[in-house]
Every structure is written in C-alpha cells, then in structure tokens.
C-alpha cells in the first residue's frame, strides 16, 4: 500500500490541496518571424506576448475591433467571451482573436505584423545627433 501511495505523488500530484496549482504554461510560436514566448491558460495570448515584449496589433482588447486577428496554425484555444468578433467561416478557416484567446495547448500562431519591443530602433528625430 505504502508503493502505490509513494506512486501517486511521484506523479506530480499536488502536496496539499490548499496550495492552489500554478496555472499550466504553453509555449507559443509566432510566424514568419520564429519568435517564442510562453502563455499561461489564465492569461490571454495578447497579454502573454506584450509579457515578453512582443506587441501584437490590438486595439480593445474585448473581441469586437478584429484589429489582433490572427491565424492559427496549430494548438487549440479558448475563448475568454461566448462568440469573438469572427463569421463561422473564419474560425472555421483557423482564425481567431488573441486579444480574448487563451493557450490549451502548444501553438503556432500567423501574425506578421507582430513587433518586438526589445528589437525596435529609436524613431527618427529621438535625439540622436549626427555630425
């Protein structure tokens, strides 16, 4: 009896039910640039990827501007709202909103116009002196 209890919690079970579980973590690929970054399922990809200085286009952050429309290659996702701001046609065609979309699993994600913060230039005109 003393094994299979021993068993249990090698399997990663919890240690006392009073400490809550971490939420669980899944890696996300952004294409074409190859850039990573890691979503926990209580967080939603737009606000993982501005974690990790990754700037998806958005706007209201609710479902309804389209603006951080993206295509989803692989992975699957919930939805923090009933119906986002997508036709049957377009979820159907792999599109999906990760303004209100959080990670189930691994993904890999489409979105071109991602910017990485940590890799812009300073604007023109930025104080930069030359000459």
């Known amino acids: 009896m003393d094994h299979a209890h021993d068993a249990a919690e090698d399997s990663g079970a919890p ?47 609710n479902g309804t501007c389209r603006a ?11 939805y923090r709202i009933e119906w986002p701001g997508l036709s049957r046609e377009e979820k159907d065609e792999g599109w ?15 979105q071109p116009q991602t910017i990485n913060l940590f890799d812009v230039p300073p604007p023109p005109g930025s104080g930069v002196k030359s000459g």
Do not use: M, Y
């Open 96 to 110: 999906i909103l990760p303004c209100v979309a959080c990670a189930r699993s691994d993904l890999v994600l489409d």
């Open 15 to 61: 240690s006392s039910p009073a400490s809550p579980a971490a939420p669980a973590v899944h890696a996300v690929e952004l294409h074409p640039q190859g850039w990573r970054f890691d979503a926990p399922e209580n967080e939603t990809l737009l606000l993982a990827a501005l974690d990790h200085g990754l700037r998806l286009p958005h706007s209201c952050r």
């Open 68 to 78: 951080c429309i993206a295509k989803l290659v692989s992975g699957r996702i919930d």
